[in-house]
């Protein structure tokens, strides 16, 4: 019997686009604040990417980006494993023995695939279909805990938590802990600013419906300035904006930015207009995020250096994934390699 794992917080995002308000204060932002609570391990999952189509030069950049945006919110190289999946053969590696673990009836129960695939789904890639499997190795080959991923992957940490399970079953073993998703909180949840009802997104065709962290100080103001709002002022409580899914959404926005409860915030501008509103939410978005951009900036100026970092992590994640490999290899029956 394995003794109580110590708490160890696993995410992973793919670099297959920029990166939105909504992945900073969704993902990245939470990300920097486990730090130092917990062990955390943070990997930019470009096996992951790859299983759509990925123009390969693109890659290369929006992976450094990635890695640029992880630093610039915060998530610091030196008190957090950063690094680059394909980079640590151990995710492919026991991606392979999970997916002999896995069963084709839970796979093929799984909605990310049908709504990725969609009605063309023999043209799919045999890794969009595999994807989950993946996901699993590179959460148990560390034995994380904790999960913390939008409420879309939750389905795939209950398929981890179902193939561990099934593992340690099948073998008579007590190896892999179960892991637990950490689902990002409503007041997290950023919307588009063209559409409060639908996630700010970095597929929205529409540029304006999203803040992009590379954004400048001028686009950003424009942005908000140009995000649909009702006629209505600010109530003086959150629970006044119910079914005002724009102006929830700003405020919402500022509150995170901010730090502030949104009752406060709307306590604060009660009875306001969005004339006075828009170009606050605009002062605090501007001074939170231009730090963030001009890191990024910097970071993505020496891609060299960026690289190192990232050789870094990929060492120290190699050395907390390689043994659980070997042994989770041993358990299966494959005889050592010497
Ligand atoms: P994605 O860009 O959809 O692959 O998501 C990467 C990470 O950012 C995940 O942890 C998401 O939950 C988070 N995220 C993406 N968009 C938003 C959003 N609009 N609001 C909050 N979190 C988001
Ligand atoms: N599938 C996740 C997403 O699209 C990314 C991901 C890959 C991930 N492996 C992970 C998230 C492991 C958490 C843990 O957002």
Redesign the pocket.
């Given at each position: 019997m394995t003794p109580q794992p110590q708490a160890r917080v696993f995410?992973g995002?793919?670099p297959?686009?920029g990166l939105?308000l909504?992945?900073y204060?969704?993902?990245l932002k939470r990300f920097a604040e486990q730090q130092g609570k917990v062990e955390t391990i943070y990997c930019l999952v470009d096996l992951h990417a790859v299983t759509v189509w990925q123009e390969p030069e693109a890659l290369r950049r929006q992976t450094r980006e990635l890695a640029a945006g992880f630093i610039a919110a915060g998530v610091d190289p030196a008190r957090s494993v950063l690094f680059v999946q394909s980079h640590v053969s151990a995710h492919a590696e026991l991606g392979w023995l999970l997916m002999c673990v896995a069963r084709l009836g839970w796979m093929n129960r799984m909605t990310q695939f049908k709504d990725k695939a969609g009605k063309n789904a023999e043209k799919a890639s045999l890794g969009l279909y595999a994807y989950p499997a993946l996901m699993a190795a590179d959460i148990l080959a560390y034995h994380a805990t904790q999960v913390?991923?939008?409420e879309?992957?939750k389905q795939h940490v209950e398929l981890t938590r179902d193939i561990a399970a099934k593992f340690n079953h099948d073998y008579g073993v007590d190896f892999f802990p179960l892991p637990q998703p950490v689902i990002?909180g409503a007041a997290?949840?950023?919307?588009s600013l063209r559409d409060g009802t639908k996630?700010?997104?970095?597929s929205d065709p529409s540029d304006a419906s999203r803040i992009n962290l590379t954004d400048d100080a001028d686009s950003i103001a424009q942005k908000i300035r140009k995000a649909r709002t009702d006629a209505a002022p600010l109530p003086g409580s959150a629970e006044g904006l119910k079914d005002r899914p724009e102006a929830r959404n700003l405020v919402n926005i500022y509150a995170a930015l901010s730090g502030e409860p949104p009752d406060a915030v709307c306590a604060r501008f009660e009875g306001q207009g969005f004339g006075v509103f828009k170009p606050a939410l605009a002062d605090v978005a501007v001074a939170q995020l231009e730090p963030i951009t001009r890191r990024m900036t910097e970071l993505m100026a020496d891609p060299a250096e960026l690289d190192r970092l990232l050789q870094a992590g990929a060492d120290q994640a190699d050395a907390i994934a390689r043994p659980i490999v070997d042994e989770t290899r041993r358990i299966m029956g494959m005889i050592p390699r010497r």
């Open positions: 995410s995002i793919q297959s686009g939105t909504g992945n204060l969704g993902a913390p991923v939008g879309d992957q990002e997290t949840r950023v919307m996630k700010m997104s970095k």
